[in-house]
């Protein structure tokens, strides 16, 4: 795995985790948005960390024990936050479809940190628009099925 694709794959691990996902999951149940691992590379340590199983036990940031979620962050939040810049950075670098495609997967992970901050109370409130241009590349428009 090249260091970009460390780099993805600590910050995807690391945003699932902070969700309650598990990528290890077997059902597939327990996974938010991370489908499962495949790498024959040893899985990152934003979801080996000790910290990472207390907060996935306790269903994430949404769940009840904000002593877990405050662990994590302290240990795994500045990693996180350091693979999101990095990706980042290596979506300029390469440019092209590659760096288009890192791009939107980074502007959908930043958006997931945020409102994660948000549902902690350690950041500001995600605006609606913001959260769906993460997840489709544009804002929000009104449903026409006239067209179905």
């Known amino acids: 795995m090249d260091q970009a694709g ?7 691990l690391g945003i699932d985790t902070l ?6 999951c077997a059902s597939g149940t327990g996974r938010f948005i991370a489908d499962s691992w495949f790498s ?3 899985l990152p340590a934003t979801y080996t960390h000790p910290a990472a199983a207390r907060l996935r036990a306790a269903g994430g940031v949404t769940g009840k024990d904000s002593t ?3 662990d994590y962050l302290r240990e795994m939040g500045a ?6 810049d990095a990706i980042n950075v290596e979506a300029r670098r390469v440019g092209g479809l ?7 997967l980074n502007t959908s992970l930043t958006t997931m940190w945020a409102l994660a901050m948000e549902v902690t109370g350690k950041g500001n ?3 609606y628009e913001e959260s769906v241009k993460a997840s489709t590349g ?8 006239t067209a179905k």
């Open 6 to 12: 460390k780099h993805v794959a600590d910050a995807v």
């Open 19 to 24: 969700w309650g996902g598990d990528v290890m």
């Open 40 to 42: 024959d590379e040893p």
């Open 68 to 70: 877990a979620v405050a």
């Open 79 to 84: 990693e996180i936050v350091r693979c999101l």
């Open 98 to 104: 590659r760096g288009a495609y890192l791009e939107g």
């Open 125 to 127: 409130r995600v605006p």
């Open 138 to 145: 544009r804002p929000p428009e009104p449903s026409d099925p």
